[in-house]
Nanobody, 139 residues
Framework: QVQLVESGGGSVQAGGSLRLSCAAS????????MGWFRQAPGKEREAVAV???????????DYDDSVKGRFTVSHDNAKNTVFLQMNSLKPEDTAMYYC?????????????????????????????WGQGIQVTVSS
């Protein structure tokens, strides 16, 4: 069981920055996938960024194309916390942001006979969710 609590949301003008935090409690945080998702009014929930909480260099980090170069996802295993640094915010980033946790997927590696640890940008692969936090970007 994993409990997730987001913090750090708020209102900011376009071009500004915010840093979201997701504090996780429970034994399943380590070596799992942590994702940030968002949902704007009237729109489908979409993946923003995902990260594997294993050792450095293991697993994947991935971003939606709309945030690449502006957002950075990271984790601090000592604090059981995942972060989403959001820079150069745009009005279209306005949404409720959710933190989620799920099991890592084992996929075939680039070299035959090897495997890789993958976190996918698919919300159905995440089974624990935070309550969400609002981010509002004004123009």
């Amino acid at each position: 069981q994993v409990q997730l609590v987001e913090s750090g949301g708020g209102s900011v003008q376009a071009g500004g920055s915010l840093r979201l935090s997701c504090a996780a409690s429970g034994s399943s945080y380590r070596r799992s996938c942590m994702g940030w998702f968002r949902q704007a009014p009237g729109k489908e929930r979409e993946a923003v960024a995902v990260i594997y909480t294993g050792s450095a260099g293991e697993g994947t980090i991935d971003y939606d194309d709309s945030v690449k170069g502006r957002f950075t996802v990271s984790h601090d295993n000592a604090k059981n916390t995942v972060f989403l640094q959001m820079n150069s915010l745009k009005p279209e980033d306005t949404a409720m942001y959710y933190c989620a946790a799920g099991p890592v997927q084992v996929a075939p590696g680039m070299v035959a006979g090897t495997t890789s640890l993958v976190c996918r940008m698919v919300d159905s692969e995440y089974n624990y969710w935070g309550q969400g936090i609002q981010v509002t970007v004004s123009s």
